[in-house]
C-alpha cells in the first residue's frame, strides 16, 4: 500500500540555521503530497501541499518540491526561528482510496536560541 | 476557522470498562470525520471514515465492535472504546473534513487514553 518515510529521529539546531526534512513516498497512481506541523498541545495543521510532479508548495518561510522521478518530498527552509520547534509530519492523499491520508513518522524539530 | 476540538484531552480507565471521546467541529459542519490512532514515535494509522448519518467504514485490521463510531450530527462525531484493554492506550486524533475528496482535513489535538 500507500507509505511515507522520514528520516529519524529528532533534529535540534540553532536559530537561524538551515533546516531539511527529508521524506519519501510509495504510491500506486498520483498522489498528492502535505506537509503538516503540530505545535504543542494543538491539532495538526497543513503546513503545505503539492499535488502534481514539480510543484512547489510553500508557506511560513517553507518550501517543499514534489519530485515524482525521485519519490520525494524534502522540507526546507532557510533560517529557522524558536517558534518554529513543533513536529513535522509528511503526508500523502490517496486519490484512488477516498483520499486517505497515509503519514510519516513525524519528526521534532527544537530550534535553541 | 475551521476549528476542531477533542474531549477529554486526557482520560485514565481501568480495564474492562468503556470511555468515550468527542469530535466536534466548532465553527463549520462535518460531512466525513476521520479517527486515527498514533503510538509513541509512530505516525498516525486512520482508523475508520464516517459520514454523518451513515455507518462508518473501518480500515482492515480495526474492530469495529470494539471502537464504536457515531456520526450523528455534522459537527459531531464520537468513539467509544469499549471493554478497554491495556493495549488500547494511545493517543487518538480525530479530523473533520468540510466537503468532498479536494476538500482539506482540519484535526483536533488527540485525547490521550490510558487504560490501566
Redesign the interface.
Given at each position: 500500500g500507500d507509505s511515507?518515510t522520514q528520516m529519524e529521529g529528532p533534529v535540534t539546531l540553532s536559530e537561524e540555521a538551515f533546516l531539511t526534512i527529508n521524506c519519501t513516498y510509495t504510491a500506486t497512481g498520483y498522489p498528492s503530497l502535505f506537509w503538516?506541523v503540530q505545535y504543542p498541545?494543538?491539532?495538526?495543521?497543513?503546513l503545505l501541499k503539492a499535488t502534481k510532479a514539480d510543484d512547489k508548495g510553500s508557506n511560513k518561510g517553507f518550501e517543499a518540491t514534489y519530485r515524482k522521478e525521485t519519490t520525494s518530498f524534502h522540507l526546507e527552509k532557510g533560517s529557522v526561528q524558536v517558534s518554529d520547534s513543533a513536529v513535522y509530519?509528511c503526508a500523502l492523499s490517496d486519490?484512488y482510496g477516498?483520499?486517505?491520508?497515509?503519514?510519516?513518522?513525524?519528526n521534532q524539530v527544537v530550534v535553541i536560541p | 476557522g475551521a476549528v476542531v476540538s477533542q474531549h477529554p484531552s486526557r482520560v485514565i480507565c481501568k480495564s474492562g470498562t468503556s470511555v468515550k471521546i468527542e469530535c466536534r467541529s466548532l465553527d463549520f459542519q462535518a460531512t466525513t470525520m476521520f479517527w486515527y490512532r498514533q503510538f509513541p514515535k509512530q505516525s498516525l494509522m486512520l482508523m475508520a471514515t464516517s459520514n454523518e448519518g451513515s455507518k462508518a467504514t473501518y480500515e482492515q485490521g480495526v474492530e469495529k465492535d470494539k471502537f464504536l463510531i457515531n456520526h450523528a450530527s455534522l459537527t459531531l462525531s464520537t468513539l467509544t472504546v469499549t471493554s478497554a484493554h491495556p493495549e488500547d492506550s494511545s493517543f487518538y486524533i480525530c479530523s473533520a473534513r468540510v466537503g468532498g475528496l479536494n476538500y482539506e482535513q482540519y484535526f483536533g489535538p488527540g485525547t490521550r487514553l490510558t487504560v490501566t
Amino acid at each position: 500500500g500507500d507509505s511515507v518515510t522520514q528520516m529519524e529521529g529528532p533534529v535540534t539546531l540553532s536559530e537561524e540555521a538551515f533546516l531539511t526534512i527529508n521524506c519519501t513516498y510509495t504510491a500506486t497512481g498520483y498522489p498528492s503530497l502535505f506537509w503538516y506541523v503540530q505545535y504543542p498541545g494543538e491539532g495538526l495543521q497543513l503546513l503545505l501541499k503539492a499535488t502534481k510532479a514539480d510543484d512547489k508548495g510553500s508557506n511560513k518561510g517553507f518550501e517543499a518540491t514534489y519530485r515524482k522521478e525521485t519519490t520525494s518530498f524534502h522540507l526546507e527552509k532557510g533560517s529557522v526561528q524558536v517558534s518554529d520547534s513543533a513536529v513535522y509530519f509528511c503526508a500523502l492523499s490517496d486519490p484512488y482510496g477516498n483520499n486517505r491520508l497515509a503519514f510519516g513518522k513525524g519528526n521534532q524539530v527544537v530550534v535553541i536560541p | 476557522g475551521a476549528v476542531v476540538s477533542q474531549h477529554p484531552s486526557r482520560v485514565i480507565c481501568k480495564s474492562g470498562t468503556s470511555v468515550k471521546i468527542e469530535c466536534r467541529s466548532l465553527d463549520f459542519q462535518a460531512t466525513t470525520m476521520f479517527w486515527y490512532r498514533q503510538f509513541p514515535k509512530q505516525s498516525l494509522m486512520l482508523m475508520a471514515t464516517s459520514n454523518e448519518g451513515s455507518k462508518a467504514t473501518y480500515e482492515q485490521g480495526v474492530e469495529k465492535d470494539k471502537f464504536l463510531i457515531n456520526h450523528a450530527s455534522l459537527t459531531l462525531s464520537t468513539l467509544t472504546v469499549t471493554s478497554a484493554h491495556p493495549e488500547d492506550s494511545s493517543f487518538y486524533i480525530c479530523s473533520a473534513r468540510v466537503g468532498g475528496l479536494n476538500y482539506e482535513q482540519y484535526f483536533g489535538p488527540g485525547t490521550r487514553l490510558t487504560v490501566t
